[in-house]
């Protein structure tokens, strides 16, 4: 029986205003965009809605995070509903006493199916370079510590949020759990360093679908933010890892839009049988179990 999904991955610009609810409009018009082509989901850039915030420090950072159930959130829920689509929606999760940088997956009737929180929290020091502005994460951020797997109407879909992709143990754990396609909301800028960064955007990214077999749509922001240098250059990559599907620009908003074929993810996990020759057994010393 033949499996297709149309994705949609909505690269997003600068955010200038430190009220995520001015956000919201653009948030549902690019919702509508994606509809509008097709798309049976969508998914936005990492803490899409806001500035990225973490690459200055602030005591008044609460400012940035919602609940869920917040009601300033509510119309992007009911845009994607409304217009049946499905949403990787990225943002600032706060829950209790802790905040969290997480994705919320809500299915095509607005159900939320559940929230990934970002496992790897980096921290970067602050050069002279332009664009060299660090990032203070780890200030404000708790790490997540599961890695769901969301049954989006029949097709298995797992997150990575920015840093966790340069970490191959998060993914191939996801793929493990049967996940098919790996959403990826991402905020990169170069921190003036082109060449550590900028030259080498679509690595880890192809490495990560190509060593798991598995889709991975890789969607970043784009533009000049007060001196921070987003790569852009959101993709969609095939299993194999060799065909990047669609790119976005470096320098602007976005919607990228493919089809994805599900049953090329079993063709290339046989393809290429990593599968079948793993030896989980001997890899206990890297503390990570059968990963």
Same mark, same amino acid.
């Not at 159900?111 to 050069?127: E, M, Q, V």
């Given at each position: 029986?033949?499996?297709?999904?149309?994705?949609?991955?909505?690269?997003?610009?600068?955010?200038?205003? !430190?009220?995520?609810?001015?956000?919201?409009?653009?948030?549902?018009?690019?919702?509508?965009?994606?509809?509008?082509?097709?798309? !049976?989901?969508?998914?936005?850039?990492?803490?899409?809605?806001?500035?990225?915030?973490?690459?200055?420090?602030?005591?008044?950072?609460?400012?940035?995070?919602?609940?869920?159930? !917040?009601?300033?959130?509510?119309?992007?829920?009911?845009?994607?509903?409304?217009?049946?689509?499905?949403?990787?929606?990225?943002?600032? @999760?706060?829950?209790?006493?802790?905040?969290?940088?997480?994705?919320?997956?809500?299915?095509?009737?607005?159900?939320?199916?559940? *929230?990934?929180?970002?496992?790897?929290?980096?921290?970067?020091?602050?050069?002279?370079?332009?664009?060299?502005?660090?990032?203070?994460?780890?200030?404000?951020?708790?790490?997540?510590?599961?890695?769901?797997?969301?049954?989006?109407?029949?097709?298995?879909?797992?997150?990575?949020?920015?840093?966790?992709?340069?970490?191959? @143990?998060?993914? /191939?754990?996801?793929?493990?759990?049967?996940? @098919?396609?790996?959403?990826?909301?991402?905020?990169?800028?170069? #921190?003036?360093?082109?060449?550590?960064?900028?030259?080498?955007? +679509?690595?880890?990214?192809?490495?990560?679908? #190509? +060593?798991?077999?598995?889709?991975?749509?890789?969607?970043?922001?784009?533009?000049?933010? /007060?001196?921070?240098?987003? *790569?852009?250059?959101?993709?969609?990559?095939?299993?194999?890892?060799? @065909?990047?599907?669609?790119?976005?620009?470096? +320098?602007?908003? +976005?919607?990228?839009?493919?089809?994805?074929?599900?049953?090329?993810?079993?063709?290339?996990?046989?393809?290429?049988?990593?599968?079948?020759?793993?030896?989980?057994?001997?890899?206990?010393?890297?503390?990570?179990?059968?990963?």
């Amino acid at each position: 029986m033949e499996r297709k999904i149309k994705v949609a991955a909505a690269q997003t610009g600068p955010v200038l205003s !430190d009220d995520w609810r001015d956000s919201v409009r653009g948030a549902c018009a690019m919702i509508e965009k994606a509809a509008r082509a097709g798309a !049976d989901v969508v998914c936005f850039s990492e803490l899409f809605m806001t500035p990225f915030f973490p690459n200055t420090l602030t005591h008044d950072f609460d400012r940035y995070f919602a609940t869920p159930s !917040d009601p300033g959130l509510k119309p992007v829920f009911d845009s994607a509903a409304d217009n049946h689509i499905a949403l990787v929606f990225p943002f600032g @999760e706060k829950n209790g006493a802790h905040y969290y940088n997480a994705c919320l997956v809500a299915d095509k009737d607005g159900r939320h199916l559940g *929230i990934y929180r970002k496992t790897h929290i980096p921290a970067i020091l602050p050069s002279d370079a332009p664009g060299g502005t660090g990032s203070y994460e780890k200030f404000y951020f708790s790490p997540g510590t599961e890695f769901p797997v969301f049954d989006l109407h029949g097709v298995k879909v797992g997150i990575q949020i920015c840093y966790d992709r340069k970490y191959p @143990e998060g993914s /191939r754990l996801l793929a493990l759990k049967g996940a @098919e396609i790996i959403f990826m909301p991402i905020c990169a800028a170069t #921190y003036g360093e082109t060449k550590l960064r900028g030259n080498t955007w +679509e690595l880890p990214l192809q490495a990560r679908a #190509y +060593e798991n077999g598995v889709y991975v749509v890789g969607v970043n922001r784009a533009g000049d933010e /007060r001196g921070r240098n987003h *790569i852009g250059r959101s993709m969609i990559i095939d299993p194999i890892g060799a @065909e990047i599907m669609a790119i976005a620009s470096s +320098e602007t908003a +976005e919607l990228l839009v493919a089809t994805l074929d599900l049953e090329h993810v079993a063709t290339a996990q046989v393809s290429l049988p990593w599968w079948r020759d793993r030896r989980p057994e001997l890899y206990r010393e890297l503390g990570v179990g059968s990963a």
